[in-house]
């Protein structure tokens, strides 16, 4: 990383997130700030999670452009420098799209491909396909994404919703390069979730359709009944398509629930207001209270994310990458 931000033009900085990790990571972390000053660190108190941890290295960046990316090296630091050149030509957002995915397995590919294609069909939002988080984004975007205080967070979505000018720079996602990922097959699931239920309200109205093709299912079921009952008088009164009936309605009735439920769980996390994370500050950091806490009026007053800056000349002086 460090010969990376020695070939941009410009000053640049590197934010290192620390999700509540309970690794050696906030040591090698503070070894190399102590190495080298361009390395600033953002300590969470807690783990808060992926796209919480993101919103904290947007926040606390200072450049004029932010890069966000994996720790892992899954995301090339190399890249970076191809994402600052589509800046410097213009644009607000650059997407680095995965062209290829090694050291995953097909499960994982094949899940993550399809999620892409599905939320682009349900969303409004124009959701570039096989883009992750790994992306530059400019001040203004920054700005704007500050005000959007949102507990569940799905930050993919939440940029392109943004709009502003977007380009996307290909790229091949390597293996890890050490450790094993923290990222449970739950946590994807919630993500994919957060993506859905935040940015389309197609599962509520196939929630009204469900219910109101099971009403007219069962009026011409009803129907049928009486028309029996009224020509034939050997009609067997038995208990299994009634129960069939009771069973099937009540599954779609708890289904449509669940639904509804996931709408209402999103709203009562909003009505709370409670702060999106705290950080744990570094005595023995000059940046150590930087970002005490953010409340959802004042998150508009924060940074970026740490990164690399070169090739800015062209675009005001320098950015951030994380």
């Known amino acids: 990383m460090v010969s990376i931000l020695d070939q941009v033009a410009g000053k640049a900085e590197v934010i290192l997130v620390n999700d509540g990790s309970k690794d050696g990571s906030l040591k090698i972390m503070r070894e190399m700030r102590a190495q080298d000053d361009r390395f600033r660190i953002v300590n969470l108190s807690r783990n808060f999670g992926h796209q919480t941890a993101v919103t904290a290295g947007i926040?606390?960046?200072?450049?004029?452009?932010?890069?966000?990316?994996?720790?892992?090296?899954?995301?090339p630091p190399e890249v970076a420098l191809q994402l600052l050149g589509k800046w410097c030509e213009g644009y607000d957002i650059v997407l680095a799209r995965r062209v290829a995915r090694s050291g995953e397995s097909l499960f994982k590919r094949t899940t993550a491909a399809l999620f892409y294609r599905?939320?682009?069909?349900?969303?409004?939002?124009?959701?570039?396909?096989?883009?992750?988080?790994?992306?530059?984004?400019?001040?203004?975007?920054?700005?704007?994404?500050?005000?959007?205080?949102?507990?569940?967070?799905?930050?993919?979505?939440?940029?392109?919703?943004?709009?502003?000018?977007?380009?996307?720079?290909?790229?091949?996602?390597?293996?890890?390069?050490?450790?094993?990922?923290?990222?449970?097959?739950?946590?994807?699931?919630?993500?994919?979730?957060?993506?859905?239920?935040?940015?389309?309200?197609?599962?509520?109205?196939?929630?009204?359709?469900?219910?109101?093709?099971?009403?007219?299912?069962?009026?011409?079921?009803?129907?049928?009944?009486?028309?029996?009952?009224?020509?034939?008088?050997?009609?067997?009164?038995?208990?299994?398509?009634?129960?069939?009936?009771?069973?099937?309605?009540?599954?779609?009735?708890?289904?449509?629930?669940?639904?509804?439920?996931?709408y209402i769980g999103r709203i009562h996390n909003e009505v709370k207001r409670r702060p999106l994370y705290f950080v744990d500050p570094e005595p023995d950091s000059p940046q150590g209270s930087l970002l005490e806490d953010h409340q959802p009026e004042n998150r508009l007053a924060g940074g970026g994310v740490a990164g690399g800056g070169g090739a800015a000349q062209k675009r005001r002086s320098g950015p951030s990458a994380a």
Not at 59 to 75: K, S
Not at 208 to 226: D, E, R
């Open 118 to 262: 599905f939320i682009r069909r349900l969303s409004s939002v124009d959701m570039p396909l096989d883009v992750g988080d790994f992306r530059l984004i400019d001040r203004k975007v920054v700005n704007a994404l500050a005000r959007m205080p949102e507990q569940d967070r799905y930050l993919r979505g939440m940029i392109s919703w943004l709009g502003f000018s977007t380009t996307e720079v290909p790229f091949q996602r390597d293996e890890r390069v050490a450790g094993e990922s923290k990222y449970p097959l739950r946590a994807m699931i919630r993500l994919a979730v957060n993506g859905v239920v935040g940015f389309s309200d197609v599962p509520l109205r196939l929630a009204l359709w469900f219910g109101m093709t099971i009403s007219v299912l069962a009026l011409l079921f009803g129907l049928y009944i009486l028309t029996s009952w009224f020509f034939n008088d050997h009609v067997v009164q038995g208990w299994t398509s009634t129960v069939l009936v009771l069973t099937l309605l009540g599954g779609l009735q708890l289904l449509m629930l669940g639904i509804v439920g996931l």
């Open 59 to 75: 926040d606390a960046a200072n450049g004029d452009a932010v890069i966000v990316m994996d720790a892992d090296l899954q995301d």
